[in-house]
């Protein structure tokens, strides 16, 4: 079952179009605090269709409570880097206020200098995760989707923060589906692919992960309980910005591909600095 939301309610995506469902649930979020799971949406009736091209996609969890990362999590990128493979993840907490909705133009700030994409499959958490096994996560996943986790490459190098270089407004897409983990023939194997104005930059898929999904959610949550509804970004391949010299420009559209979920979608905004101090004159006289 693949989940939407839009801004007529919860839907399942089915033969090309947003099938509205029936129900009390305003988002899915609400819908994983009661349930923990999304199970209960594929009995749901339906009240409409609406061709895909008429519906107003928006974030399919909102704002979630928490957005956890992991870095060099795939064996392309730390081949490409030069770096020996971690022998623990590199976690960090990235703030929810950065998460935008599909298709959404993202403002890069003028103090950015080097914005980067990262293609990513992201986990939802389902139920309450807390010193679980690597058995025990699977069955606590709700679903899959798509992200693209931005990074401002420049203020990494000067903070050494991950969180401070990737909780910029807008800078954490994700959707616009939520598939959930029946829709994968191999969950070990789900393949990502990241598209820069069309061409094909990265292309990978969850096996070539350093710390697989069971894996990485389990040491995950001895540190910490993982709630319904929560977020984590399981890395991503080769292929980024930084790898190639080539960071994101105005007009840039970024797509992330991952397998049984719909495209997500990010279109890159990069004022001029004249464009920049117009608009803010123009917030003042307004």
């Given at each position: 079952?693949?989940?939407?939301?839009?801004?007529?309610?919860?839907?399942?995506?089915?033969?090309?179009?947003?099938?509205?469902?029936?129900?009390?649930?305003?988002?899915?979020?609400?819908?994983?605090?009661?349930?923990?799971?999304?199970?209960?949406?594929?009995?749901?009736?339906?009240?409409?269709?609406?061709?895909?091209?008429?519906?107003?996609?928006?974030?399919?969890?909102?704002?979630?409570?928490?957005?956890?990362?992991?870095?060099?999590?795939?064996?392309?990128?730390?081949?490409?880097?030069?770096?020996?493979?971690?022998?623990?993840?590199?976690?960090?907490?990235?703030?929810?206020?950065?998460?935008?909705a599909p298709g959404?133009?993202?403002?890069?700030?003028?103090?950015?200098?080097?914005?980067?994409?990262?293609?990513?499959?992201?986990?939802?958490?389902?139920?309450?995760?807390?010193?679980?096994?690597?058995?025990?996560?699977?069955?606590?996943?709700?679903?899959?989707?798509?992200?693209?986790?931005?990074?401002?490459?420049?203020?990494?190098?000067?903070?050494?923060?991950?969180?401070?270089?990737?909780?910029?407004?807008?800078?954490?897409?994700?959707?616009?589906?939520?598939?959930?983990?029946?829709?994968?023939?191999?969950?070990?194997?789900?393949?990502?692919?990241?598209?820069?104005?069309?061409?094909?930059?990265?292309?990978?898929?969850?096996?070539?992960?350093?710390?697989p999904v069971p894996?990485?959610?389990?040491?995950?949550?001895?540190?910490?309980?993982?709630?319904?509804?929560?977020?984590?970004?399981?890395?991503?391949?080769?292929?980024?910005?930084?790898?190639?010299?080539?960071?994101?420009?105005?007009?840039?559209?970024?797509?992330?591909?991952?397998?049984?979920?719909?495209?997500?979608?990010?279109?890159?905004?990069?004022?001029?600095?004249?464009?920049?101090?117009?608009?803010?004159?123009?917030?003042?006289?307004?």
């Amino acid at each position: 079952m693949r989940v939407v939301t839009t801004d007529a309610g919860l839907g399942r995506f089915e033969d090309g179009a947003v099938a509205l469902l029936d129900t009390a649930f305003p988002e899915v979020n609400a819908v994983l605090e009661q349930e923990g799971s999304l199970r209960c949406l594929a009995s749901c009736a339906v009240r409409r269709r609406v061709p895909l091209d008429e519906s107003t996609l928006l974030a399919p969890l909102g704002r979630p409570r928490a957005v956890w990362g992991v870095g060099l999590n795939y064996v392309s990128k730390a081949a490409h880097t030069g770096r020996g493979l971690p022998g623990r993840p590199i976690l960090y907490l990235a703030g929810s206020s950065g998460v935008s909705a599909p298709g959404a133009r993202v403002v890069i700030p003028p103090t950015v200098t080097e914005p980067d994409y990262e293609g990513e499959i992201a986990v939802v958490v389902g139920c309450r995760l807390h010193q679980a096994t690597e058995s025990e996560v699977w069955p606590a996943i709700a679903g899959i989707t798509a992200a693209n986790d931005m990074t401002a490459r420049d203020a990494m190098r000067a903070t050494g923060t991950p969180a401070l270089a990737k909780s910029y407004p807008g800078f954490t897409p994700l959707g616009p589906s939520i598939s959930t983990p029946d829709e994968f023939e191999d969950r070990d194997a789900i393949r990502v692919r990241t598209r820069v104005n069309g061409e094909l930059v990265q292309d990978d898929t969850s096996a070539g992960m350093i710390f697989p999904v069971p894996d990485l959610l389990s040491r995950l949550s001895w540190f910490t309980a993982l709630e319904p509804g929560d977020v984590v970004l399981t890395g991503t391949p080769a292929g980024t910005g930084q790898d190639r010299g080539c960071f994101l420009a105005d007009g840039d559209e970024v797509r992330v591909e991952v397998d049984g979920v719909l495209p997500l979608i990010t279109r890159i905004v990069r004022p001029t600095d004249a464009s920049q101090r117009d608009h803010r004159l123009t917030e003042q006289v307004s």
